[in-house]
């Protein structure tokens, strides 16, 4: 079955850093075209981050250069590190295995950058 | 970057067919954006409906459609239940090794 499992978020004072893990199961991310999305709270959703199966990586205006997704093909996780955190940065962030048909996503953790 | 608008919110009656759009700040929408369109229910996460513009998941139910319509792209449901309820977003693609560009959502209501 497959199944993705994110954590990591939490309350963090902006300036900080945090990073995300995404435990896939079912299939492996190292051959999934996979990526982050993120939810303001009461907002829509915004694309953060992509990594491909090639391990090439894009990234959203409004976070390249503070974050970086990698992935452990060992632990079959993913990552988001997330530096320089801002309040706008605040949301759910999502994990999902993206490929041509965006079939799996993950239930979300919550960021919430605030002093 | 591009901007895509769909419909702040709808009402459907129950048994009643609506049409959600999606367009772009570029331009028509086109099969080469590869329009997705999500389901997302309160404290739930996103659900894939739609990819490629009109193909299905396996768990899409069959009232669901998409298409082009115009310059847009749209997701039609017939035979409206009140368990689609939900916030409604289309994402399209803007080239590989760029982030899709996520629609504003539709509230639909079914009342």
């Known amino acids: 079955e497959v199944q993705l499992v994110e954590s990591g978020g939490g309350l963090i004072q902006p300036g900080g850093s945090l990073r995300l893990s995404c435990a896939a199961s079912g299939f492996s991310v190292s051959n999934n075209y996979m990526s982050w999305v993120r939810q303001a709270p009461g907002k829509g959703l915004e694309w953060v981050s992509g990594i491909y199966t090639g391990g090439n990586t894009f990234y959203a205006d409004s976070v390249k250069g503070r974050f970086t997704i990698s992935?452990?093909?060992?632990?079959n996780t993913l990552y988001l590190q997330m530096n320089s955190l801002r309040a706008e940065d605040t949301a759910v962030y999502f994990c999902a295995r993206v490929n041509d048909?965006?079939?799996f996503w993950g239930q979300g953790t919550l960021v919430?950058?605030?002093s | 970057q591009a901007v895509v608008t769909?419909?702040?919110s709808l009402t459907v009656s129950p048994g009643g067919t609506v049409t959600l759009t999606c367009g772009s700040s570029t331009g028509a929408v086109t099969s080469g954006h590869y329009p997705y369109w999500f389901q997302q229910k309160p404290g739930q996460a996103p659900r894939t409906l739609i990819y490629d513009t009109s193909i299905k998941h396996s768990w899409t139910p069959a009232r669901f459609s998409g298409s082009l319509l115009g310059d847009k792209a749209a997701l039609t449901l017939s035979g409206a239940q009140p368990?689609?309820?939900?916030?409604?977003?289309?994402l399209l693609s803007y080239g590989i090794g760029r982030p899709g560009v996520f629609g504003g959502g539709t509230k639909?209501?079914?009342l």
């Open chain 2, 108 to 110: 639909l209501t079914v």
């Open chain 1, 101 to 103: 048909d965006f079939d």
């Open chain 1, 112 to 114: 919430t950058v605030s």
């Open chain 2, 6 to 8: 769909q419909e702040p």
């Open chain 1, 71 to 75: 992935r452990d093909n060992s632990k």
């Open chain 2, 83 to 90: 368990e689609d309820e939900a916030e409604y977003y289309c």
